[in-house]
Every structure is written in C-alpha cells, then in structure tokens.
C-alpha cells in the first residue's frame, strides 16, 4: 500500500467525490490536517489502521495475472475499482 492509495482511501472514506479527491491531490491539501479533522488520528495513524484492515477485506483475483488480492473497493459504474490493494500472503 503507497502513500498515495492510503491518501484515496482516506479521501473516499469520506465521501469525497472523483473531482474532490482530484481537486485535494492537485492542490497539495495537507492529509495530515484532514485525517485528523476527519477521523481523529493523523495519517500515519490511518495508515496503519488501513494496514490493519485491509486482511480483512474479500479476497479477489486478478484476471490478467491470477494473483490474490485484498482490496478497498469504491463502486463505479458497472462495478467496484480497487482504491487501495494489497497482495495475499503465501499460506
């Protein structure tokens, strides 16, 4: 998980639009100051939390490559998109 897909996740838990999300990322808006206006924790905070949670999520597979994937999904039209994913461990 980068940076910058914690930052979406963050943005989208919100409620934030597409063009809001665009908007906040092109403007270099501080994420620090909104996860915590937010949410009440810092970003790094979220993102450990978001590091956390993600184990949790339906595990899905990639068509093009067959890998396993946990993923936070927001939906589009005609299905979900994967805002944050995150490769399933070897058992």
Known sequence: MTHWEIEELALYAAGKTDEEVTNFINESCDIDDFTNETFGVDFADFAKIAKGLIKL????????????????VRPVDG????IVQSEVEAE
Not at 62 to 69: A, D, G, L
Not at 79 to 82: R, T
């Open 57 to 72: 999520t339906p595990i899905m597979t990639s068509p093009m490559s067959e890998k396993k994937f946990h993923n936070f």
């Open 79 to 82: 299905g979900y998109i994967a």
